[in-house]
């Protein structure tokens, strides 16, 4: 028998976090027989309404919609756990946060009449109580089955707030920052990924966004340091997760004034 | 067992066969993303020669020379430690069965493993951790394992990197104790030294020829090169200034602001030993897995009691690894947890140097 149902929502996002449900595997199986999926679209169940345990809410809030998809899901739902990159920072669409979107949207579109946006991306946190966030672009599938696992033995999930570097080493990386003087920010990365672009040779891009203790204002230091152009550094800072504070200040400090780029 | 040889360049490969065909996987450096460290292989021919590390405060570049010796490098990555007090260590599972939960350790056979390359700093670690994980009432059943099927060819330094310290700890660059063999690496051959009863025999299956006194001459001559060293601790008990700093946070703050709290110095640490045990449960909750994995000072969890981070801030985390390495270890070890090898100078992404904020202290609280 089910012990609880569930539901996976959608607002604005690339759906790649709800394929992580979709790419469980055989855990995928054991799932289905431990909870009841009530709502889950991309598997193909569409029941919005339905009251359930817990929701999964995946995407920020970008439009008039979301907003109002979030508050009903919020009163239906016990438990609301916010999944991934735009469900707890805004997601790299926070972009237009810092800046210009309007100017975007007419660059990108022949006609923006039809558009019906927000001016800011929010993170589900801003409109309504979440009870959880599972960070990452996407999420991890090891977190996920630990937090359905946890939240089912009625206790809160343990997750990682250490830095991408202490799961870095333990991957037995070498550090490519220090050999390859690459912009890693992984020393105020979320640990969660295990290190995966590392792992690959290549820096890390704040997937799982902000680390406890993040000293962006040092790292900023020294990847300048190393040579990287300013306007590169900050423009690391604001990828995925620009939504986040500590990445904005550093973005904000290392950027070149807006008039420069401009012109 | 004071027997040596010379076995000449060509017969290098010998020592790789004695090792495989006595039931041995051969470990030794290798090149990753840039860096030396240690890896498993194959043959002798996938050591790299003629390389050289550049080491500075977070910077670690490899440089091909025109020569073809094999050890002319001086810090792979990580030493012996990922080897032994492996990163992440099963430790047992817990069933639910009829009545109850039973209990069932997690046991490998390790396999028999030889490290070439091993250095005098990467020994005295060896030392310090066998003391931490064997010694006392409860040694540790993995690291016993593994430390027991290991066998170590060891190699002097004949130069220093610019991070190295270890003349000022007293850990090097010469060995002294704790290898299987003890190779000096010359242009024309190797100087091999047995260090124990299985590395005499070892030796006696080698192609070697006898000594000659030039070959001595020279070994003692790039041994010696090897001593100049740019870094040193003011000392190697710096219990009375590091106590005398502990309580005033100005000592603290100038390193703080710079320290991103990663903790990759206490990961490449070779004599670290901290770690913490994960609970893992698949998702049908059938069983549960406690497992090891590293941890460090620097991490919030890390001094998390009774509802609060006790440690919370930087200076705080920085305070702790500095004090602990350099003073608190004397209390508990009877020497310092530092060795000298300049990993955590290396390998700190922001290039925070052990010796110079050591050093720092000192003249701040006017000793040294
Ligand atoms: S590669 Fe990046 S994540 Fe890994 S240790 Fe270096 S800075 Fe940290
Ligand atoms: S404290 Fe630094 S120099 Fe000393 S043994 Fe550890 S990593 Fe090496
Ligand atoms: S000293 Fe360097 S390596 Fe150690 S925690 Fe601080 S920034 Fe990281």
């Known amino acids: 028998m089910a012990q609880a149902s569930i539901a996976v929502h959608k607002l604005t996002s690339c759906s790649g976090c709800q394929s992580v449900f979709l790419n469980l595997g055989d855990d995928l199986l054991v799932l289905n027989e431990l909870v009841e999926i009530s709502h889950f679209i991309e598997a193909g169940l569409n029941n919005f309404d339905a009251e359930v345990d817990i929701a999964f809410v995946e995407g920020s809030i970008t439009t008039p919609d979301d907003e109002a998809r979030i508050l009903k899901v919020r009163e239906r739902s016990r438990f609301v756990v916010a999944i991934g990159a735009c469900a707890c920072s805004g997601g790299v669409q926070a972009l237009r946060n810092v800046k210009d979107s309007v100017g975007w949207a007419g660059a990108v579109y022949a006609d923006t009449e039809y558009l019906d946006s927000l001016a800011e991306s929010r993170p589900v946190a801003q409109l309504v109580k979440v009870d959880l966030e599972l960070w990452g672009c996407p999420i991890s599938g090891r977190q996920l089955i630990a937090t359905v696992r946890a939240l089912l033995q009625g206790v809160p999930p343990v997750l990682p707030t250490e830095k991408v570097c202490q799961e870095c080493k333990r991957a037995g990386n070498v550090c490519v920052l220090v050999t390859k003087a690459a912009p890693c920010l992984g020393p105020v990365t979320r640990a969660g990924c295990g290190a995966l672009c590392p792992s690959f040779g290549a820096p890390c891009y704040t997937c799982f966004g902000a680390s406890e203790q993040p000293n962006c204002d040092s790292l900023g230091e020294r990847l300048v340091g190393l040579g990287i152009p300013q306007r590169q550094v900050a423009e690391r800072f604001v990828s995925i997760s620009s939504g986040l504070e500590p990445y904005q200040k550093a973005w904000a400090r290392w950027r070149i004034p807006a008039k420069q780029l401009d012109s | ?368």
């Not at chain 2, 000022?168 to 030294?193: N, R």
């Not at chain 2, 005499?200 to 030039?214: C, H, I, M, Q, S």
């Open chain 2, 1 to 368: 067992m004071d027997q040596s040889v010379f076995l000449p360049q060509g017969d290098f490969g010998q020592i790789f066969e004695r090792l495989r065909e006595a039931g041995y996987r051969v470990v030794g450096p290798a090149e990753q993303e840039g860096a030396l460290t240690y890896d498993v292989l194959e043959s002798a021919d996938d050591i790299p020669v003629g390389l050289v590390d550049r080491q500075a405060p977070g910077h670690y570049r490899l440089e091909q020379q025109n020569h073809r010796r094999r050890f002319d490098w001086v810090g792979t990555a990580q030493g012996l430690k990922p080897w032994l007090f492996v990163a992440e260590q099963p430790l047992w599972v817990a069933r639910e069965v009829e009545g109850g939960l039973r209990f069932e350790e997690v046991r490998e056979t390790p396999v028999p493993t030889a490290v070439i390359g091993v250095r005098a700093c990467d020994l005295a670690a060896l030392a310090l951790q066998d003391r931490h994980f064997l010694d006392g009432d409860y040694p540790d059943p993995h690291y016993r394992a593994r430390r027991e099927s290991l066998l170590l060819v060891a190699v002097n330094c004949h130069r220093s990197a610019d991070t190295c310290f270890c003349v000022s700890t007293g850990d090097g660059p010469e060995v002294t104790f704790g290898a299987d063999l003890v190779l000096d690496e010359l242009d024309q051959g190797y100087l091999v030294k047995a260090g124990s009863e299985r590395g005499a025999e070892l030796l006696a299956r080698l192609p070697g020829r006898p000594v000659r006194g030039w070959h001595k001459r020279r070994a003692k001559a790039l041994r010696k090169q090897a001593r100049t060293q740019q870094r040193a601790l003011p000392s190697r008990d710096l219990r009375g200034p590091l106590y005398a700093a502990r309580d005033d946070m100005r000592h603290w703050q100038p390193v703080a602001e710079r320290c991103l709290t990663c903790g990759n110095c206490a990961a490449v640490c070779p004599t670290c030993f901290c770690h913490r045990v994960d609970e893992e449960s698949p998702l049908d909750g059938s069983l549960s897995r406690a497992v090891r994995r590293w941890d460090t000072c620097f991490n919030d969890e890390h001094s998390y009691l009774v509802g609060h981070v006790v440690r919370k801030s930087a200076e705080h985390k920085y305070r702790q690894w500095l004090t602990h390495k350099l003073a608190i270890w004397h209390d508990q070890y009877d020497r310092s947890g530092c060795t000298g090898c300049g990993r955590c100078i290396t390998w700190c992404p922001v290039g925070i140097d052990i010796v110079e904020e050591a050093e720092r202290l000192c003249r701040e609280v006017g000793e040294s």
